[in-house]
């Protein structure tokens, strides 16, 4: 029974969009019928030609997230293990970290030229700031008393570190991870919209948009949606399965 | 007689406030020591400074042999100080880890508490276990090594009655066996009464030994002790002290 509460939701959304639909409180030009966008969606995917969209999206996400990771995870935990540091640096982070990354868009075209290095670089910004705060302030975090324990235990720097805080930090890195995953897909997904892609979720949003093929558009939304929801579901899973105790 | 800790003048302060007062006395070796005081005197910091951890104090102390090899540590918050992604196992023999034990080394140390009784499931974490559990999970990685010196800080605070019970006897046993010196906080007078062979009783803030009572009571002690008149006679004699220094004043 507990299985199919999860459906309840999604079920819900649909009637209330249908009706929505059929009550017309929303001119029905911008809001297709829950049928009509899932024509749309067995029309895309049976071209094909959205797999390629999709597949070009997720490639840029994942190469984003990966370089974000490589940087910033070990960053977090020098910038963690170091708190000085951390604390010189903390204003600089927070305030590069309240920048939109969109906004530092136009400045990665000019440096990076319009192709896929500048929608990239603009996700790695973005994720890696995300990385170096959570796994630095999961570092900073630690229960003193583990620390103060391992001490007298006779545990050397590199034993505290490799046997209490990098565990101690990856709780609040995998939130992170997280975090970092749905911004890159935020950033590429956008900066598709602009300039210079043949092809990814973006740009297939915005060329439905231009053709008015709305059902198209609220479509490919859909799949851009169960794809930040994959994405969010892969780090649930990592949490469950190698932060077990998270929570407990 | 041989001492293990000898302390001369021992001093603490925070900013102007002098918490610890010219502490003087000497606590022998393979002995338990309990020290009760109210709350806020000053014990843990006490143990702290002894341990080693606070390291801003005035006056002398001196410990016989003070290598880490020698030397453990029960927390009061014992589950923070458990390692929830470690198993069971791995949680206790952490120590040995440390110190660079072969596998086969730890295997027989293991072996050894559970023996003594300390068993637990190897392969579960400590968040699926029981406060009381957890506790003697705390206290099983912090003898695992068997320390010349242990220090416990409010070791029993956190159990219900039974485990409380349970610990002090696993407690008992483990020092039969091993003759450590311990140095246990307690607010609990039974439990000082209880298990140690002197027990400093600590005045309020500046903190003072007040007056150090002598339990020559032989191990092990048993519940019935805890019902004897022998019992009652020291537990009257840590109490008097407790409210000369702390009721009254």
Redesign the interface.
């Known amino acids: 029974m507990k299985k199919i509460y999860f459906l309840i939701g999604p079920i819900v959304f649909i009637v209330i969009w249908e009706l929505v639909y059929l009550s017309q409180i929303i001119n029905n030009f911008f809001l297709p019928s829950p049928q009509e966008v899932f024509l749309s969606l067995i029309t895309l995917f049976s071209s094909l030609s959205i797999f390629l969209d999709l597949g070009i999206t997720a490639q840029r996400v994942f190469i984003s997230l990966t370089l974000a990771i490589i940087i910033g995870f070990p960053i977090g935990l020098l910038l963690g293990y170091y708190e000085k540091v951390y604390a010189s640096l903390e204003v600089l982070i927070d305030f590069f970290r309240s920048i939109p990354p969109i906004a530092l868009f136009p400045l990665f075209v000019l440096i990076l030229g319009i192709g896929d290095s500048s929608k990239i670089g603009a996700a790695i910004f973005a994720a890696t700031l995300l990385i170096i705060f959570n796994t630095a302030k999961g570092i900073i975090n630690t229960?003193k008393?583990?620390i103060?324990?391992?001490?007298?235990?006779?545990?050397t720097k590199k034993?505290i570190f490799g046997?209490?805080l990098l565990?101690e930090s990856?709780p609040q890195t995998i939130i992170g991870l997280r975090t970092a995953a749905s911004f890159s897909l935020v950033v590429i997904v956008a900066t598709e919209m602009f300039i210079g892609t043949y092809a990814g979720l973006g740009r297939r949003i915005i060329d439905f948009q231009y053709i008015y093929n709305v059902s198209g558009m609220y479509a490919v939304i859909l799949i851009t949606g169960l794809f930040g929801f994959a994405l969010n579901f892969v780090f649930i899973w990592l949490e469950k399965r190698y932060?077990?105790?998270y929570g407990? | 007689m041989h001492f293990h800790i000898q302390m001369k003048d021992l001093e603490k302060r925070y900013g102007p406030e002098k918490i610890i007062d010219n502490i003087t006395t000497n606590i022998a070796k393979n002995t338990i020591t309990a020290i009760v005081g109210p709350n806020g005197c000053g014990k843990t910091t006490l143990l702290n400074i002894l341990?080693?951890?606070d390291n801003n104090y005035g006056g002398d102390y001196t410990i016989k042999s003070p290598?880490?090899?020698s030397?453990?540590?029960i927390?009061q918050?014992y589950r923070?100080?458990l390692?929830?992604?470690r198993t069971n196992y791995k949680n206790i023999t952490?120590?040995l880890?440390?110190?660079g034990y072969s596998k086969k080394e730890i295997a027989d140390k293991v072996e050894e508490m559970k023996n003594l009784g300390l068993e637990f499931d190897p392969n579960q974490?400590s968040?699926n276990l029981s406060g009381g559990q957890q506790q003697m999970l705390a206290f099983t990685r912090a003898v695992i090594?068997n320390p010349k010196l242990l220090f416990i800080d409010e070791p029993f605070s956190a159990l219900d009655y039974e485990n409380n019970l349970k610990l002090r006897d696993h407690l008992q046993k483990y020092y039969l066996k091993y003759k450590p010196t311990i140095v246990m906080i307690t607010h609990n007078l039974e439990e000082a009464v209880h298990l140690a062979n002197n027990i400093i009783v600590l005045s309020k803030k500046p903190t003072r030994i007040a007056k150090i009572i002598e339990n020559q009571a032989p191990y092990p002690r048993n519940l019935d002790y805890l019902k004897s008149d022998e019992f009652n006679k020291v537990k009257s004699q840590v109490f008097s002290a407790f409210q000369d220094t702390v009721i009254k004043t």
């Open positions: 229960k008393t583990r103060l324990a391992a001490k007298l235990m006779g545990a034993q046997k209490i565990w990856l932060v077990h105790w407990k | 341990s080693g951890l290598d880490s090899n030397m453990s540590y927390f918050n923070d100080s390692l929830p992604w952490l120590p880890e440390i110190q974490y968040y090594n």
